[in-house]
């Protein structure tokens, strides 16, 4: 079912913990592709019901991003979901979650902050204040949905590294699940954002998944110094590719490291044709 109003979400899930039923909750801002559908098969294999949130979150798009641009595509994205047994699309406007009239700033809405340490680096280093709307909307949809399991994608490693954090500091009680990454044939990692792409620029855009497997199998080979592994990437890179950032650091503390081992993550940002692409990689799976 579709619903737009808080009450009504609440209302269900009321009736669904009285009944016995465990509830996971998967956070999207919609345009659904195979990486969000892989997240809603988990959900529904470790819960009874499943919600899907479909919310283009204005507070986490910076003043130069593409929050106006970025898809909506709600009625697809319900037919998806009904296509695969999702009980609730919570898909509230920006009035139903944070106010009617509200400036959507920092001056009049209470925001959830995470710790300059997790924030300061990879993506956060460049959208300003994207986090902080990232932890404030999940720390809402947490509290309205109350879910026991919510399901997020390793694309967004930094941000399901935060959401753990502020899940911990804030004693939510929610297991925070981490789905690995869905790709194209061709080894492109699933983003809303590929639709930007020309064909051409899909193909350039493969470079960050060649970076990451090449610095993986480096590591392998016995590579471990984080300078020399870096080094690796740059004769992948052309004039269609404007690196953001390539860091390699601790998977579970997003910390730096001088040498690489089996609790590493790779991450890489890279702008193809001006469409703003991440990608990662464990060094090790687990």
């Known amino acids: ?109 209470t925001y959830v902050c995470p710790p300059f340490f997790y924030v300061n680096k990879l993506c956060g280093k460049t959208r300003i204040g994207h986090f902080d709307g990232v932890c404030t909307v999940v720390n809402k949809l947490f509290n309205i949905v109350q879910p026991d399991k919510a399901f997020f994608g390793q694309k967004d490693a930094q941000q399901a590294v935060i959401i753990r954090k502020m899940v911990k500091d804030l004693n939510i009680p929610v297991e925070v699940i981490q789905c690995p990454i869905i790709r194209e044939e061709s080894g492109l990692a699933l983003s809303s954002r590929n639709k930007y792409l020309s064909e051409e620029g899909k193909k350039d855009a493969l470079v960050l998944s060649r970076i990451l497997n090449n610095i993986k199998n480096c590591y392998k080979k016995g590579i471990t110094d984080v300078s020399a592994l870096k080094e690796t990437a740059y004769p992948f890179l052309t004039e269609k590719h404007d ?44």
């Open 243 to 286: 690196l953001e950032y390539l860091e390699i650091l601790d998977r579970e503390t997003l910390e730096e490291k001088e040498k690489a081992d089996n609790n590493t993550i790779v991450l890489i940002a890279c702008r193809v044709e001006n469409v703003r692409l991440i990608d990662n990689v464990y060094l090790e799976d687990k």
């Open 1 to 109: 079912m579709l619903l737009n109003k808080i009450e009504e979400v609440r209302e269900q899930i009321k009736t669904w913990r009285k009944e016995g039923f465990t509830t996971g909750l998967v956070p999207t801002m919609g345009a659904l592709h195979a990486g969000h559908l892989s997240l809603i098969k988990r959900a529904k294999q470790e819960c009874d019901k499943v919600v899907v949130s479909v919310f283009v979150n204005p507070i986490q798009f910076g003043p130069s991003e593409d929050f106006d641009k970025y898809p909506r595509t709600l009625e697809a994205d319900t037919k998806l979901c009904e296509q695969e047994g999702v009980d609730i699309v919570f898909a509230p406007t920006p009035a139903e979650m944070y106010g009617e009239g509200n400036r959507l700033t920092n001056d009049t809405l």
